[in-house]
Nanobody, 116 residues
Framework: QVQLVESGGGLVQPGGSLRLSCAAS????????MGWYRQAPGKQRELVAT???????NYADSVKGRFTISRDNAKNTVYLQMNSLKPEDTALYYC??????????WGQGTQVTVSS
């Protein structure tokens, strides 16, 4: 099994920055892609960013140019650097991992609140 633990969330002012981290453990050889999702109250889950085992990245239109997903294979960790944060970025952010079939593994979530 794969375990994912997110950290780095918190309260930040509009225009500020946060970096989220997701540490993976367990049978990590099963992972072929990582991603960040977010969900705000009353809204459906939204895919924010993905990174494949080959390093290819994709972003939701709402975060392009502001967020960057990256990984450190030596630390089994994926990051989400969030800059120029807006109130509409407020959500519970989830780290997820894809195996060969589906997005099978999920972290517990870390809260990001953008407010003055």
């Amino acid at each position: 099994q794969v375990q994912l633990v997110e950290s780095g969330g918190g309260l930040v002012q509009p225009g500020g920055s946060l970096r989220l981290s997701c540490a993976a453990s367990g049978t990590i050889f099963m992972i072929n892609a990582m991603g960040w999702y977010r969900q705000a109250p009353g809204k459906q889950r939204e895919l924010v960013a993905t990174i494949t085992s080959g390093g290819s990245t994709n972003y939701a239109d709402s975060v392009k140019g502001r967020f960057t997903i990256s990984r450190d294979n030596a630390k089994n960790t994926v990051y989400l650097q969030m800059n120029s944060l807006k109130p509409e970025d407020t959500a519970l952010y989830y780290c997820a991992a894809r195996d060969s079939r589906r997005w099978a593994y999920w972290g517990q979530g870390t809260q990001v609140t953008v407010s003055s």
